[in-house]
């Protein structure tokens, strides 16, 4: 049996019993890397086997000495290809940034190394994080692990394949609109975004500052919950950072939702939603139900606008973010040019793909004057009206319950001929990011073709624990009763 079929809190626990070492859990993950990898493509760069060893081999030693005694020592750990890591290539996935090697590690990728896990590689993701099928990569698609014929969502793709396939023991991962948990979803895995301003976005290379925010892929609640607990940080590093003094999050792990109030919004089982999703959505919902917890619907109101409010705001952060991508300070500069604005443009036109130029023309026309107030100030407006729907909300439920995609994955090549209709897709999880809340995605059944779906559940600023415990108490109840739609 392969180590990589442990969760990562049970791989760690044996680990540090010695059953098993944490070379031994590297060895595994390489293994099921040269065995799938071909097929999947989760990863843009996996490390050198030796250097993955050396560090396992000094990770053990610390164990072994006392020093290291987090819940994951010695556990194989992929990173989003976003996420900075000094002296390893960091791409997002996109010719740009080809050939950049930072030379320092995100802040969340130092506490993970802080306690102890075992950085295997970095995963392939939508070039820059703009995309929900991780297609737009510039070095190549990863597969669903389910079925190959079929998209892992995006763009947290590779991170979710590469737990879904046993390739490491658990991920990290960004979501600006949904980035972890519709590729969660899609790919039968559990993605916890939480509250913005809990993980330090430091080394985190931007899409949309105001919305991205890290956050654990896993096997399932336990250890998205002590991920988050290793990673959640104040950061004077980051001007959004929070000081949180609640971040015990495993002690969530009960299973309790006795009285706890549930919200189903009404207006997210309109159109456009799969049946076989809605049925398995509410067949979880009743399993909460079965449990103590106590549902009801309601109108969310304004999710007509949270497409068109995150695109304008997020694109107009990303056209932003992306003019230092100029040829001069990272990564690619074009071959010949002919002076500095020639040079400027080549290397954009070469280095950045068609979608990342879609955004970057859209942002850039949304924050012109003349359009700045129709465009980019409505959508902030808009976005303020979201949050206070949510609020509204939130003072009569503790969660909201709602699924995390209209579908099942779609097949490879079918999202990209059609952009608008995959930003259609994003209707279920952006408004989490417009309000800052966090949100969580567990699966939850299968439709007929046999590819997982995900039940996602929303809580309030700052209340992960209450979703964490109505997230294992729905887990916990699949895996005892078959529960599952
Ligand atoms: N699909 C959304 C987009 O393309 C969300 C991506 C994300 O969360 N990074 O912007």
């Known amino acids: 049996m392969s180590l990589m079929s442990l969760t990562a809190l049970e791989l760690g626990e044996k680990i540090k019993k010695c059953e098993v070492s944490a070379v031994e859990a590297a060895e595994d993950a390489l293994a ?11 990863y843009v ?12 081999k000094e990770v053990q030693a610390g164990i072994e000495s006392g020093e290291l005694t987090g819940a994951f020592a010695g556990v194989p750990v992929a990173i989003k290809d976003n996420m900075c890591t000094e002296g390893i290539r960091t791409t997002c996935s996109s010719k740009i940034l080809e050939n950049f090697y930072p030379t320092f590690s995100a802040e969340a990728v130092c506490r993970l190394e802080r306690d102890g896990a075992v950085m295997i590689g970095k995963t392939n993701m939508d070039e820059f994080a703009m995309g929900s099928t991780t297609e737009t990569s510039a070095f190549g698609i990863t597969k669903n692990p389910h079925n190959t014929d079929y998209v892992p969502g995006g763009s947290s793709g590779g991170s979710c394949a590469a737990v879904a396939a046993g390739e490491c023991s658990f991920a990290l991962g960004s979501d600006t609109g949904g980035s972890i948990r519709q590729p969660s979803s899609f790919c039968g895995v559990t993605g916890l975004k939480p509250t913005y301003g809990t993980v330090s976005r430091y080394g985190l290379i931007a899409y949309g500052s105001s919305l991205d925010q890290i956050g654990p892929i896993a096997k399932d609640v336990a250890d998205c ?16 950072s929070i000081r949180r003094e609640d971040t015990d999050f495993t002690t969530a792990l009960e299973e309790d939702v006795k009285g706890m109030r549930i919200g189903i ?11 076989q999703v809605a049925d398995s959505i509410m067949k979880a919902a009743h399993a909460l139900e079965k449990n103590g917890a106590v549902l009801e619907e309601f109108d969310l109101s304004l999710v007509e606008y949270a497409i068109p409010a995150y695109y304008v705001i997020a694109s107009a952060e990303a056209s932003s973010n992306l003019a230092r991508f100029d040829g001069v300070k990272y990564g690619y500069r074009t071959g010949e040019y002919e002076g500095l604005h020639n040079m400027y443009k080549k290397t954009r036109s070469e280095g950045f793909g068609p979608e990342v130029k879609r955004r970057i023309m859209l942002g850039s026309f949304v924050l012109s004057s003349g359009y700045y107030d129709a465009y980019y100030l409505k959508a902030l407006r808009t976005k303020a009206l979201i949050k206070q729907a949510f609020d509204r909300a939130f003072e009569k439920y503790d969660l909201i319950l709602s699924p995390a995609a209209p579908t099942t994955a779609p097949k490879i090549g079918e999202s990209l001929k059609d952009p608008l209709q995959m930003y259609l897709g994003d209707i279920y999880t952006i408004s989490v990011n417009l309000a800052g809340l966090p949100g969580i995605t567990v699966p939850c059944g299968k439709d007929d073709k046999g590819l997982p779906i995900g039940m996602q559940l929303i809580g309030d600023c700052f209340k992960e624990k209450t979703m964490i415990r109505a997230a294992y108490t729905f887990e916990q109840s699949t895996v005892r009763g078959g529960e599952q739609g």
């Open 32 to 42: 099921a890397i040269k065995k799938k990898e071909g097929d999947i493509g989760s």
């Open 45 to 56: 760069t996996v490390l050198e086997e030796e250097k993955i060893l050396q560090r396992a």
């Open 225 to 240: 919950a002590a991920v988050l607990e290793s990673i959640a940080s104040y950061d004077k590093k980051d001007s959004t």
């Open 265 to 275: 919004p009404r207006d997210y089982f309109s159109r456009g939603l799969d049946t």
